[in-house]
Nanobody
Framework: QVQLAESGGDLVQTGGSLRLSCAAD????????MAWFRQAPGKERSFVAA????????NYAHSVKDRFTVSRDNAKNILFLEMNNLKPEDTAAYYC??????????????????WGQGTQVTVSP
């Protein structure tokens, strides 16, 4: 069982930056592939970024590529999402997720086994 807790969400202006963190507790963090998803009000949860268990592979949604960077610190059991040049359309609750098959980076929510409770990011125009 992996317990995930996101933090770092805030209200920022367009063009601003934020760094989200996801702390993992439980089994060995370096066994799990990790990802960020987001969900805006009235919309389905959508993929943001993913990183394989040893950071050899990453994957990004087209809408955030070149603005967001996913990374992880396996020594500290933490997943990060560095978000730059934020836009109002980035407003959403952001969730981290973990999957047992850690060497594969997947953009499908159904492939992830554990989820955090989310942290809210709001970007004002």
């Amino acid at each position: 069982q992996v317990q995930l807790a996101e933090s770092g969400g805030d209200l920022v202006q367009t063009g601003g930056s934020l760094r989200l963190s996801c702390a993992a507790d439980g089994v060995a963090f370096n066994r799990y592939g990790m990802a960020w998803f987001r969900q805006a009000p009235g919309k389905e949860r959508s993929f943001v970024a993913a990183v394989s268990r040893l950071s050899f592979k990453t994957n990004y949604a087209h809408s955030v590529k070149d603005r967001f960077t996913v990374s992880r610190d396996n020594a500290k059991n933490i997943l990060f999402l560095e978000m730059n040049n934020l836009k109002p359309e980035d407003t959403a609750a952001y969730y981290c997720a973990a999957r047992v098959r850690g060497d594969i980076v997947s953009s499908a929510a159904r492939d992830y086994d554990y989820w955090g409770q989310g942290t809210q990011v709001t970007v004002s125009p």
